[in-house]
């Protein structure tokens, strides 16, 4: 345009930004993050955790308003936002120059932990707050966030720490006096105030933008620059390395240069080819933006139809549903609704913020959610091209075959035209998927039935489907439709559905994707839901009388089958005590959480990077066993910006280990897992590095490959090393207590199985290495073992551990994830860091991440149990395996773990417990949460649900019946001393109320036939102390300087759990201080040496307790100088360290702690393996879809036991944090591996690697009601400050989920006449709740002469 500046721009927090050019494919992310705005991190570079969230705003023309969206800066391109202003999170607040409003809401709830979701969450509030005309509702509030994960807090403090915007909040984040402002007013996020300034329109808030040119520090609400307002669009050609980005700007340009260029890739959203780009190494070089093409993003409204333009997004399309609904009325609308409705669970907002409608069309997904419903609606889709103009296709008949359309090349997509509905004409959308927000579908459909009402007899006059996930693409079900026309819509015409339907969509047991049983069902049952959602609104529109029902054979008890999944906002309440007078027991916030919502909080790859530095990227197996025949880098080393390739010829010492040496740097011979590193390569970029590690050439002779547990037992497969595997405890005489009661008829036998669990830290694995002269190393690691790393460095380099310096300041999460195997990755990236001597990075791509390190093992137990009348438990044998993959690494330990934890929290007069690792051709499974614990006492809840069930009792008698008393002894010889597992069990029962509400739900289940409530009480009783005891060991480093601070160093590393600011809090209360005196600045192997990693739990206990002893020694020092100074003045602690300075007094005290009186040998003797136990109880209730598995919890009452509390906002975050990490391991994570059961997987190849195919759950899964009790007045004797350890215990909460849900499927398969004594595997994800509650509509589809209940395939 005339006078605009012609080059393509953007600003940034208020700063004006030329757009670099050449870099048509750099994602916004990489972009910010050039800048220096680390603040926006990388959690999986797909579009699913939303850690990269940002605020793009735009200037609509049309409409003149400015338009502000939170997206994902992972999949934007940057030059989709040429003329946009983009805000990250450094844009809002900083610690220095004072917080946002969002971020303090966010910090005094306690919403971060480990801090790397948090800028993320933040952004994505930020921008519904900018978005909205008027206060949000909660709800909205908790959709806004429904594309952010969160691994470590269990969501409820975010929740409520951002429930203060909300319209309807109790206590609002603002003052009251704001909140009670005009409804239609826009707030100001900035300043909780009515916005008087049109959105910075006004003079003075131009003023305040203008102040801004540092977007690095920018601290003010930042305004639209005026400059974007005045820029009319241009059409744009930007070159890249290999793609030009195009920008037409006209339908004739769009047009034009889609003939020019038949091959270009449209891009609207990006969250299609962005994917694709990544995952599946795709290259376009022409790529066509038609989003600024103003008959794309038109939506018109006609006489009969809703018309759609290609480029319109989802959000406006949900926007636009919502409001016609409302002023079109429901008759004309119920197609609308339906979309509106699928379109809450499509994606997550940012996803839906950017992704077009036609994207969604052409990309012809077979699992499309919206291709179903514009086939049942009857849509149009209206095509163009420049030669023979404009054409419309039917939707029905568009879907050519996998991801392939009716479109020719020159053609576009320009609009959808979507007809509305008549009276007695409804439509119904359908979707089951593994998790209800954020999830593709499993199976999902779009159904319309019109009627004609002769006689108070509805008959169908048109009926039509639309099905995702039965087929290679979206299919519509002629033969069901033809049978079903012109019929009265009765029970028979349901049985002739029914019958049909599977004939439309045949699918064959071997499917891709797995489930065929299941997503059989899932059409049958949607089928179903269908006819009874149809009776239910002719009876509401008065087309006829409720005798329909009977004539479609439905009672009262069948119509809530058709009910659509809505919840309100989730509650809850936390029980705490606060210690007077001290600082310890205070509920202090987390020493970074005012740097975390800021996106100050810098984490390995934000550190700034040394000149020189180049990139590393792994070279990894394809197959999960071979024999390595050849490995050719040549091409690798051709490829321009690569500098080295390195294999295990260039390791001094290839061979290394954890625990036992069973492993090598880089595979020399033969590869024993997909995922194992062959080699690395080293490049100036990461793009470059990963690029040419794909062109290594690695030849393989192919081995067979064992994958699972069963395979290896059939091998006689396992990890044996004396020593360490092959551990047993026994107790009692199994024998005899088993045979009294087999003679009785009183045993419970069987195999319990559990899957394994990814850790879903959301900061992935990194490793800087720098090697300096004199060949001494530094590294910075995302670890939670430095000295593992220093240790293993040093062996594998042959140098001296005291040249090899680990570092780590925080962690963005761990779960023991990043104990052993983030070590293995620093030795990968030193070793090119040795031999070039330039600093390295090596940081894992999440797929990478989740395919290669290792997860929670799988675990199989072969039980029988024997048990009294009363339901006592006398007798356990028990044999448990565990999938160890590759290596031993902590297996083992693992297995010892859940040996001791076998007996649940029950005394059992009789056990026989053994545990095998076994050897597979998996990545080496690995620490997590619980390390064992959760899959033994997972087991012991599986047998004491059969025995309660078999005993015809609630299994919360049972188990209550069975728990541990004080003074009695566990099965390795360890007293209960100052149990608090009755009081735990006690107050949660009583809370929850648990008879009534179990009558509650007896009721409700009455009273419907196809949902189902259950409840579930279980106890949890956890160990504590590492049980390699000579690990019991801690040191800490105490530095007081002249000012009166302290410099705390100890050898635990921050992971987001709160050590830092318990063991200062610790420090300050020994020395009399305040908390914020005390700083922990890192981890460090040179400061303290040889400290055990930090896991089991037990780190408050150790470094607070080496802190203790370090702050003691320096009270000891400095009583003179305080009786000098006399009690006024000594209250001045700095004037207590000049005078000791002065006095020329150590003001440095080295701490050291050991666990006392820890006994145990695997000789068959008793022992004393832990400290203490900690203790807790909880009790949950949900409800089931029978027909589709669906899960709503609806409510959790904790009571936890963590002695007097250091922290109580710390350990109340942990307890929800834990039970939310463990309800997605009993409820929702499934890893699907290539196995004898997954045949459609490539085998030992992970198929959910991403949070595309994994899921950890969402704020949408927590509890609707979640109750969190810290049990009062129980101090604990044995650790620091009369504490409890709290990291993994709350993780074993999480099986109340498990046995509510299998209590709910008892009652689906009780009303259904099946036997309730049924084995159900963990996780309960849909697929296995649905099988197993059994019923006419599934068991077409399941043959059940070998096994009479239903078991879904599980990687184990
Ligand atoms: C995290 C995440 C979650 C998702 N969840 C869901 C979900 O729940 N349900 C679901 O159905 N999908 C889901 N998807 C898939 C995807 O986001 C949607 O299909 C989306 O609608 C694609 O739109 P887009 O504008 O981003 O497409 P883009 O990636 O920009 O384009 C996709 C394809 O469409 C073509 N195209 C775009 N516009 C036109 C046009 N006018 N004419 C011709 N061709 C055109 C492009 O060339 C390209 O091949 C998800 C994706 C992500 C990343
Ligand atoms: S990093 Fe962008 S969504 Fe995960
Ligand atoms: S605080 Fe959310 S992932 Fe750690």
Redesign the pocket.
Known sequence: MEGQDASPILYVNGKRHVMPEGKAEQTLLAYLRGLGLSGTKLGCG???CGACTVMVSNYDRAKGEVQHRAV?AC?TPLYACEGTHVITVEGLGTKRGGLHPVQTALAHAHGSQCGFCTPGFVMSMYALLRSKKTKPTELEIEEALG?NLCRCTGYRPILEGFRTFARNAPDSAYSGETINGSDSTPICPSTGQPCTNGCGDTPAAKALGAAEDDPVTAVREPIFPPELKRRVPTPLALPGAIATWHRPTTLAGLLALKKAHPD?????????????VKFKNMKYPVI?A?THVPE?TEVTIAEDSLVLG??V??TTLLNTCETLTLTLGPVRTSGLVAIKEQLR????P??RN??????????A?P?????PLWIACGATFE?ESLDRGARRVAARDFFKGYRSTD?KPD????AVALPLTEKGEYVREF?Q?HRRE????IV?AGMRAKFDVVDNVPTVAEIAFGF?GMSFKTVSCPKTSAALAGKPWTDETLKLALATLPKDLPMSPDVPGGMCEFRRSLANSFMFKFYVDCCRRLEADGLVTDAVYSAAGLDEADLSAADRFHRPFPRGAQYTQVRDGSTVGQPTMHQSAEVQVTGEAEYADDIAKPAGMLHAALVLSTVPHGKILDIDPAAALATPGVHGFFSAKDVPNNVIGPAVLDEEVFASEYVTCVGHPVGIVVADTQDIALEASRLVRVKYEELPAILNIDEAIAADSYHTWPGFTDHGIEDGDVDAAMAECEAAGRVVEGDARCGGQEHFYLEPMVSLVWCGDNDDLITISSTQAPQKHQKLISSALKIPCNRVVCKTKRLGGGFGGKETRAAFLNVCAAIPAFHMRKPISLVLDRHVDMAITGQRHAFLGKYKVGYSPEGKILALDMMLYNNAGNSLDLSAAIMDRAIFHSDGAYKIPNVRVHGRCCKTNLPSNTAFRGFGGPQGVIFAEMWMDRVARKLGQPAEKIRHVNLYEEGETCHFGQVMESSQLRACWDEAVAKADVDSRRAAADAFNAANKHRKRGIAATPVKFGISFTALFMNQAGALVHCYLDGTVLVTHGGVEMGQGLHTKVAQICAAELGIETDSVYIAETSTDKVPNASPTAASASSDLYGAAVTDACRQLNERLAPVKAQLGPEKSKDFKEVCTAAYFARIDLSAHGWYTTPDLVWQWDGTKGRPFNYFCFGAAVSEVEIDTLSGDVNLLRTDIVMDCGDSINPALDVGQVEGGFVQGMGWVALEELKYGDPDHKWIRPGTLFTAG??TYKIPTANDIPLEFNVTLLHNAPNPRAVASSKAVGEPPFLLANSVFFAIKDAVCAARAGNGLDTDITMDSPATPERVRMACGGPISDVFYDSTNAPVYRAKLTC
Request: charged share 15%.
């Open positions: 797909e579009g699913g994902n999949l594309g270009a890739r449209l891009v609207c959203g990006n969250t299609e080819v962005g994917v694709e066509v038609p794309l290609a480029s997004t989802l669970w499509f994606a997550g940012q996803v950017v992704s077009s409608v036609g994207g969604n069309v052409c990309t997904s699992i499309s959610d919206l291709n095509i479109l053609e576009v997509l320009t979707k998927s954020d999830d593709i579908a999902t995702g949070p595309g």
